[in-house]
């Protein structure tokens, strides 16, 4: 299975989505392929997106790591799993980094979704300042042992390989490093006895996406900017049909 999944982060207004639905749908997705098309949608949009009518996976960016109550302005795994949405983005660099999320809450809020049966979408990657000192693999060791924590291994999960330093820069990693990186994690993960698909996230557009996604342990892509734009959607997710 490959997995093409765009993140708009906080972008799009409703008429915005509409005209991407209406550009989505001058093109034929074939049907015979293995291939997940997913849009993880700012939380306003989420209910609307099923009138739309396409046959995409739709998440969620974040969750909290509390079940209910006085938490004002937080969405729970709960109310996540009663709208029908088929993931969640967990551990994000831009939560980590902007919303002082650690490893700890991380953790807390696979868990708050093991409990609905929602899919994650676990993100971990390393900061320019980790790569550049020869950290990457520590830093992915941890944040996996970390996240995993007292989880249900047997529960799906994706985790998407991103290192901080691609992400939104136009400065992807090489296919060197992320094949390095992504057998890495593949490792890990099979240390503590689970086996999820992993991901790239990281400046993936029309120009890289068939080099990445054509990595032999690659998953799939977890796409930001790109994803905004049909067009450029479509043209990344078309890699995967040409050799
Ligand atoms: C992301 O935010 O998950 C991401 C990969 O962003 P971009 O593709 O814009 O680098």
Not at 42 to 51: A, C, E, I, N
Not at 106 to 121: A, C, G, H, S, T
Not at 169 to 177: H, P, Q, R
Not at 209 to 232: K, M, N
Request: with cysteine; glycine share 8%.
């Amino acid at each position: 299975m490959k997995y093409i999944i765009g993140n708009w982060k906080m972008n799009k207004t409703a008429g915005e989505i509409v005209e991407f639905t209406r550009g989505l749908k001058k093109y034929k997705f074939p049907k015979d392929k293995d291939i997940i098309f997913g849009l993880a949608v700012p939380y306003v949009y989420l209910l609307g997106m099923s009138k739309l009518q396409v046959r995409f996976w739709i998440g969620a960016q974040n969750v909290s790591e509390h079940s209910h109550g006085a938490y004002t302005g937080e969405i729970s795994a709960e109310m996540l799993a009663d709208v029908g949405l088929d993931f969640c983005i967990v551990g994000h660099s831009e939560r980590r980094t902007l919303y002082h999320e650690s490893d700890a809450i991380v953790n807390e809020k696979l868990k708050q979704l093991q409990e609905y049966d929602m899919l994650p979408i676990l993100c971990i990657g390393e900061t320019l300042e980790e790569f550049e000192a020869g950290k990457t693999h520590d830093v992915l060791s941890r944040q996996i042992r970390e996240a995993l924590k007292g989880l249900d291994l047997k529960k799906e999960m994706i985790v998407a390989y991103e290192p901080v330093w691609a992400i939104g820069t136009g400065k992807s990693a090489t296919a060197e490093n992320i094949k390095e990186s992504v057998s890495f994690i593949k490792s890990e993960i099979k240390k503590v006895g689970a086996d999820y698909p992993v991901l790239y996230g990281g400046s993936v557009n029309p120009a890289n996406a068939s080099e990445i996604l054509h990595i032999d342990c690659v998953d799939g892509a977890l796409i930001g900017g790109a994803s905004l734009d049909p067009d450029r959607y479509v043209q990344i997710a078309s890699a995967l049909y040409s050799n």
